[in-house]
């Protein structure tokens, strides 16, 4: 138990002294949080926006920059987690193969990361939700961190997944830039009128955006779509997991065993004795007089 736990200790170490080494990633979360969500409160109007929460069943009218901003603060936490756990595994691939190749565990790695994944999941989430009630008062704020922490801990774990499968750093920015402005920005009834269709049950944050805005104007809880993220995440993991072991293989290539001696030989196989070359046919053994 001490060698695990030595080993888990020593792992979650390097996986978050990767993670403060991302200043620009520190930047993001003090100044992309506030900012993002604080232009959304002001900047969309305050008029009520008729929507039907498909987790209670019930029909609201919160104001639109409210709602907004939720989908705001959604956008912000899943692009820092997602970055953060992307930019570590990018830059660390290498350093993880090392580790695996010279024996160390991989399930310790594989460990370590949650580890990190989730401490900083629910530090954003717990910022994002402070920033939020800094502007009005949500009537869950605990289920709305708790929204915020599975929406961080699914985009995190496929910036795993991104960062173990791609190739270039620009890519895997991309990939997850876009895949959180199409999954939230056709969730919000005020930017997009298909957000009641039942194709956006699909969508990785479905159960973060139906969990958080029940946490905002609802004071009904709503356990099962908390569950129907943690679900996005644990398929976001088990992708990130199958990447992360192929990324750590060793590329070596396989030595070939010498061949085994032959029975009743006593040992290995004696090398052929040499053949002398056969005299030429055009010399002659004696000589004519």
Same mark, same amino acid.
């Given at each position: 138990?001490?060698?695990? =736990?030595?080993? %888990?200790?020593?792992?979650?170490? %390097? ?8 200043? %620009? ?11 993002? &969500? ?12 008729? /929507? ?17 901003? $939720? ?8 692009? $820092? ?7 570590? &595994? ?16 991989? !399930? ?13 999941? !629910? ?11 800094? @502007?009005?008062?949500?009537? +869950?704020?605990? *289920? ?13 774990? *496929? ?6 499968? =791609? ?5 895997? /920015? ?7 402005? $199409?999954?939230? @920005?056709?969730?919000?009834?005020? &930017?997009?009128?298909?957000?009641? #269709? ?11 955006? +139906?969990?958080? &805005? ?13 569950? $129907?993220?943690?679900?996005? %995440? ?30 009743? #030989? ?24």
């Amino acid at each position: 138990m001490r060698f695990h =736990l030595t080993r %888990f200790a020593l792992a979650t170490g %390097f996986a978050l002294t990767e993670h403060s080494r991302n200043r %620009f990633a520190m930047v993001l979360v003090t100044l992309f949080v506030p900012l993002w &969500t604080t232009l959304a409160y002001l900047a969309m109007p305050d008029t009520p926006a008729p /929507m039907r929460l498909r987790a209670t069943g019930e029909t609201l009218a919160p104001h639109g920059n409210e709602l907004t901003e $939720i989908s705001g603060a959604l956008n912000a936490v899943t692009l $820092i987690t997602g970055f953060m756990m992307f930019a570590a &595994t990018f830059s660390g691939n290498r350093f993880d193969r090392r580790l695996a190749m010279a024996g160390f565990p991989r !399930a310790h790695l594989v460990l370590a990361k949650v580890t990190a994944l989730a401490l900083i999941s !629910a530090a954003v989430a717990a910022y994002a939700t402070a920033v939020t009630c800094l @502007a009005w008062t949500p009537r +869950q704020p605990l *289920l709305l961190a708790a929204a915020l922490f599975c929406a961080g801990l699914t985009y995190g774990a *496929l910036g795993v997944g991104f960062g173990s499968v =791609l190739r270039r750093e620009v890519e895997g /920015m991309f990939a997850i830039v876009m895949t959180s402005i $199409i999954d939230l @920005a056709l969730q919000n009834p005020v &930017t997009s009128s298909g957000a009641d #269709n039942p194709v956006m049950r699909y969508l990785p944050s479905y159960g973060a955006m +139906q969990a958080s &805005t029940a946490a905002g104007f609802s004071t009904s809880p709503v356990p099962c779509h908390l569950a $129907i993220q943690l679900a996005w %995440f644990a398929g976001a993991a088990l992708i990130a997991l199958v990447g992360f072991r192929r990324s750590t293989r060793s590329t070596l290539p396989v030595k070939t065993q010498p061949p085994d001696p032959e029975p009743g #030989n006593g040992g290995f196989p004696l090398p052929a004795p040499r053949r002398t070359a056969a005299p030429s046919a055009s010399v002659s053994d004696t000589e004519t007089p």
